[in-house]
């Protein structure tokens, strides 16, 4: 009988698993590899987009946008529905909208946005304790945030949106400027299907120009933007009369 004995199984056991642990390894260490290439690719497209978009806001600065993301998302939608997209447009300067326009609108849809600084924090604490006490949950997004989300977002809850609505809403502020950010939102969201800026939706709704609007019109036509597509001055009136008392608040 030969003095050496043969491996036993439990020695054969042990080396299967260390020969299968040599082979994960590379695996895991391939899979580490390719996992921080994505994250810095997308960091990288993160920040990519985010100076495409601080470059565009120093643009619209002083020029009208040609397309939104909302809008490019409606034709978009249209196209894959395959229905017909019929979009009417008008941009107009602050000095040629009825003042009553803008006021209505910052009374329906922003109440501090002249003095905050694109969060309004007390609505923001407000909105929450809301919800956690069991009530709606409501947005409380401003003006500012509202426009950066038509301008480089889409109409839809998205994390990643929302993440550059906060990053992009300070630079707006920084860049644009109060007045600036009011005349591009009024001229740039949606007033109904296919209905941009306070120009059309005013000719749409009400047959006038946005010069020509009353103070009754323009609070009916802040009373559509919760809801645009679906809201129309016929069946908002209770929603118009509270805008009017919000506008009566202010002085207006």
Request: positive net charge; hydrophobic residues 45%.
């Amino acid at each position: 009988m030969s003095g050496q004995q043969g491996a036993g199984p439990t020695d054969a056991a042990a080396d299967d698993v260390a020969s299968s642990r040599r082979a994960k390894a590379p695996a895991t260490a391939g899979a580490r590899v390719v996992a921080r290439r994505l994250v810095r690719a997308a960091l990288l497209l993160f920040a990519a987009y985010y100076a495409f978009a601080v470059l565009m806001l120093v643009v619209f600065r002083f020029v009208a946008p040609p397309i939104t993301g909302v809008q490019l998302q409606r034709r978009v939608e249209a196209l894959v529905s395959g229905r017909d997209y019929d979009a009417t447009r008008s941009f107009v300067s602050m000095d040629a909208m009825s003042r009553h326009a803008p006021r209505a609108v910052v009374a329906a849809e922003d109440g501090r946005f002249w003095s905050h600084a694109g969060f309004d924090v007390t609505e923001m604490r407000a909105a929450a304790g809301e919800a956690l006490s069991g009530g709606r949950v409501r947005g409380a997004s401003t003006i500012s945030q509202q426009l950066v989300k038509n301008l480089f977002g889409c109409a839809c809850r998205n994390p990643v949106r929302k993440v550059y609505d906060v990053a992009l809403t300070p630079m707006a502020e920084l860049i644009l400027g109060k007045d600036r950010i009011l005349e591009l939102y009024l001229n740039l969201v949606e007033w109904g299907d296919g209905v941009y800026g306070i120009d059309a939706a005013a000719r749409h709704h009400y047959g006038v120009s946005a010069g020509q609007l009353s103070r009754t019109q323009a609070a009916g036509l802040a009373a559509l933007l919760p809801a645009p597509r679906h809201r129309t001055p016929g069946n908002t009136a209770t929603y118009r009369a509270a805008i009017q008392r919000r506008m009566s608040a202010h002085g207006w």
